[in-house]
């Protein structure tokens, strides 16, 4: 008999974790480091039940009601599933926050959203958001999770410890239309600030449900959770399918862990974005730098004969005689590999951005079922992926079930379905731009659908950067506060597909003579833009432009340049925008030089 919940016109999230604590309450919902035992814990889905109707039993007594906002501002944790399943089963709204979030950035959301109740992790969370004090001081009720100083100040903060009652019994579940909304994630746009995208409990629920008809998940697998519960895409696969299939998650220590991490628990499931994927490509290559020429032929002989049996597999090539020593090369060259991520790895599933092509077809090839995808926030996230009996690997699969696409006459490709978002919190406007009159959201990504329905990511119609990690940068408001600094003519941000971004700035000719002056610089130096004072002094005068902008606009380098970008040279148009393909095409070599080692 199958543990799968079924969905049904009443379900909604709390009521979907409901049904998981009465389907199989013995089974382990959870696994988590307890740094004081330093061992791997255990909680079952009857424990996590009555955590949160303690968690419940204190949010009532807040006095708080339907559609009254919440903030969560901790790592992935039981305790953010306490406080989110608590809340949701009251009617209130949750509002994520990254844990590393700037200060600023969290009293902008804190208000934009109207949240009335905020939770961070502890002493070192309340002292970064000391600058927003005041701000802080509005909210019902702040928590924290662990002991913190007496010495701060904050008005009703609390630790868990004393506001949790000793006990409490029974689950509320008051929310009796999955059109309600049940969170506001806030997501960058083409703007400085960020935008809340509004998701309804149908929304997310069509969303996930479609998910499991892609990539079957079963109770016995087991999920190891370090994307950001903030972001969607951990929110709704790592978390909320879980609860659909009864399966086991468990929280990793951190990100610098996860290597450790992932040899104890031995995932079977895997949900990551191309940044892991990239470091473990590249530890790998680095140690084969260390090898011998015979090493190297058989690792590159593994990975190409396995990419040949996975295009045979999915009947887009004959059968091979090489295909005899996969399993030779697989014991000498693809276990081991696999071994140290796990070594139990059913499905590695990858999303945020954009998958180098290289870097798949290795681990294709390694023989690491991976599963590409592409959606938005705004799409509750997901919106295609691949199959494992229809996979392509450079598209982003075909559409999740019940959702509609197609491409504008520019285009640009459009999505449909119940998993689109209500709409962007206190932006009408802003939402009349992305969904159009007929319904259709518009992703702002240029693509191409070939004859299976698979869709191929091809550009982006609005010159958005997506980062390694998935973060999307919107670059023209960085661009312009940069060169509002008398020393740069012009600013161009770089990072698609990178873990961070850079800057390329021109210098205005005026000022970069009495720049080099006082810097005792001289053209005749080999390349006095390289002089290690000058990027200093750039990169402070770059951060003091930024300096208002969200966490995001962080510039960590940048590649200096005298010669101006211009109409004459074809790297402007007519109408004086800057060619920001043609001028990254021109500068390959800076960007390499900028990225070196990462």
């Not at 798949?360 to 009996?389: D, H, M, V």
Request: charged fraction near 20%.
């Amino acid at each position: 008999m199958s543990n799968i919940i079924d969905h049904h016109n009443k379900l909604t999230l709390p009521g979907l974790f409901i049904e998981r604590s009465e389907k199989t309450p013995e089974r382990i919902a959870y696994r988590y480091f307890n740094p004081e035992t330093k061992t791997w814990e255990t909680s079952t889905w009857s424990e996590m039940s009555q955590e949160v109707a303690r968690w419940q039993a204190a949010l009532r007594k807040e006095h708080l009601h339907a559609g009254d906002k919440i903030a969560i501002m901790l790592p992935n944790s039981r305790e953010w599933i306490m406080m989110e399943q608590a809340a949701l089963g009251l009617g209130l709204v949750v509002v994520p926050l990254y844990p590393n979030d700037r200060a600023d950035n969290v009293a902008y959301i804190l208000q934009d959203a109207g949240v009335k109740l905020l939770i961070v992790e502890g002493q070192e969370h309340l002292q970064q958001l000391k600058t927003i004090h005041a701000q802080l001081d509005g909210l019902v009720r702040l928590l924290s999770l662990h002991p913190f100083d007496d010495s701060l100040s904050y008005s009703r903060l609390m630790s868990i410890q004393d506001w949790l009652p000793g006990q409490a019994v029974g689950l509320s579940n008051e929310v009796n239309d999955s059109r309600q909304l049940a969170t506001i994630v806030y997501t960058s746009g083409t703007t400085g600030r960020p935008k809340g995208v509004m998701l309804s409990h149908k929304n997310i629920l069509s969303n996930i449900y479609g998910a499991i008809d892609c990539v079957p998940i079963y109770e016995h697998d087991v999920f190891l959770s370090f994307l950001p519960l903030s972001h969607m895409f951990e929110r709704s696969l790592g978390y909320y399918v879980p609860i659909i299939t009864g399966a086991t998650v468990a929280f990793a220590r951190s990100v610098n862990q996860l290597a450790d991490d992932m040899l104890t628990i031995q995932p079977t499931i895997l949900i990551s974005v191309p940044r892991i994927y990239e470091r473990i490509h590249k530890k790998i290559r680095t140690q084969l730098e260390d090898k011998s020429t015979f090493a190297n032929k058989l690792f590159n002989n593994m990975v190409e004969s396995g990419w040949k049996h996975f295009e045979y597999r999915q009947k887009r090539l004959s059968w091979q005689s090489s295909f005899l020593y996969l399993p030779v090369l697989k014991r000498l060259v693809a276990n081991k590999i696999i071994a140290k991520m796990g070594g139990r790895l059913r499905v590695a599933i990858c999303g945020g951005a954009p998958l180098s092509q290289n870097i798949a077809k290795t681990f294709i090839g390694l023989g690491l079922n991976l599963i590409q995808g592409y959606g938005l926030t705004e799409f509750s996230p997901i919106i295609s992926a691949n199959r494992e009996q229809n996979n392509i690997p450079a598209s982003v699969g075909a559409p999740l079930k019940g959702i509609k696409t197609m491409l504008s006459t520019e285009g640009e490709l459009l999505a449909r379905g119940d998993s689109i978002m209500l709409g962007y919190w206190n932006h009408p406007d802003a939402t009349k731009e992305t969904i159009d009159k007929d319904g259709w959201l518009h992703t702002g990504d240029k693509a191409r659908i070939d004859e299976s329905n698979h869709i191929f990511i091809t550009g982006r119609i609005k010159e958005i950067i997506v980062l390694s990690n998935g973060e999307k940068i919107p670059p023209a408001d960085m661009e312009t506060a940069i060169t509002e600094d008398t020393l740069f003519d012009q600013a161009l941000i770089i990072g698609e597909g990178k873990p961070f971004i850079s800057a390329f700035v021109v210098l205005n000719p005026q000022h970069w003579q009495s720049l080099s002056k006082r810097l005792n610089l001289s053209d005749n130096d080999d390349d006095p833009l390289s002089d290690k004072t000058l990027k200093k002094l750039v990169l402070e005068k770059i951060k003091k432009q930024l300096c208002d902008f969200p966490g995001y606009a962080k510039i960590y380098k940048a590649a200096i340049f005298l010669q101006p970008w211009t109409i004459e040279n074809e790297l402007m148009t007519p109408t004086l925008k800057l060619k920001r393909e043609r001028i990254i095409a021109l500068h390959q070599d800076k960007i390499e030089l900028l990225y070196k080692g990462h």
